[in-house]
């Protein structure tokens, strides 16, 4: 993949290449069925069921019932959340189809996006209880088939990032490496495998993954969230019985939880095992990153980590070498601070959920242009550029800019 490049010298907001760092496409009802053998695997594919009690189509993985299929592309629907559109068809479809995506993007002044998805990076519990081991490599293999076939249509405009079955370390080399071939550009992980009963990230269990991850050039990106929808929690936020003001609240308090995978990665010695691999914390904002990192040295001198270790740097050089955050609907907080950290801030847009950058009818969003707009507006050009796009050009390996 190849970014075009303004010069400098004529560079203006409108021009400017700017890259997406963080969007998702919400799973087909048949991307699984479709893909793995209906006569070995029958209806333990994850696949789609109706709810009578609630009148819509859910997934159902492993035995659970999780989120409907169009739960998470909200974008210019008219209810605020959790309400959503209750079928695909009553979605934007850009949420879905490659072809609608880039029709987007080109409305928004996207260049190029990465690909997160949704069922696989916040329901991994449900792809862990289908017990049989083939078929879980089987579903993240498919699903990386997909998105490899999803970004067929323009993949100059695609940044691919790989699923893992982050539960069987062996599989996930095997998985990394098949997906090197088809073209992709770093993975996803899981930020806090111990919550699930797995070694910490710093534990040499995770050695292969990590140092094949940094001998391919690829980033580790952690993308904020795991949600566990049980069938009572989805009865609850059905009936909405969740308040306006928590879901606020929750949706914000999550976003500062990523600080536990920050200092876990950075002070656990990880950066200083691993120098060449990059990290990114995806769609938990960047304002706070700042004050945490001064956090984070002043609690290291503090507590004498620094004499007990003395062959490691401070906190602080290991964020600047090697981790990433992005923003999104950040405005005076990220043009106070961009100039702090500006070969670790990228752009994002979270398109198509809850939070993206998606004006509409229950959302007081502005699109991404304006954001843009809005936020470099009078900043130093080069400055802009490694926080549109240069930062995610190195870091996902796009190629020379032209």
Known sequence: MTTSMTPVADWTLETTPVIDTDSHVAEPPDLWTSRLSEKKWGDLRPRVVHDHRVGRDRWLIGGRRLTTVANWATAGWHEYPPGHPPTIADADPAAFEAPARLQRMDEFGITAQALYPNLLAFSNHAFMGMKDPQLMIECVQAYNDFLVDFASVAPERFILLAALPFWDVAASVAEMKRCKELGFHGMLFIAKPHKLGMPRLIDEHWDPVFSLAQDYGWSVNFHIGFADFTEEDFREIMAKTVSRADYAKNSSVSMLACGETVADVIMSGLCHKYPR??????????????????????????????????????????FRRQYYGTFWFEHEAVRKLMDIYPDNLMFETDFPHPTSLSPGPASSSPGPRSVVQDVFRGIDPELAQKVLFKNAQRLYGLGEAK
């Not at 960047?286 to 004498?304: A, K, R, V």
């Not at 980590?305 to 401070?314: C, D």
């Open 277 to 318: 691999l990059n990290f990114v914390s995806v769609e938990s904002g960047f304002g706070w990153m700042p004050s945490f990192i001064e956090c984070m040295d002043w609690q290291w001198l503090n507590s004498g980590a620094a004499k007990a270790f003395p062959e490691r740097e401070m906190p602080s050089f290991y």
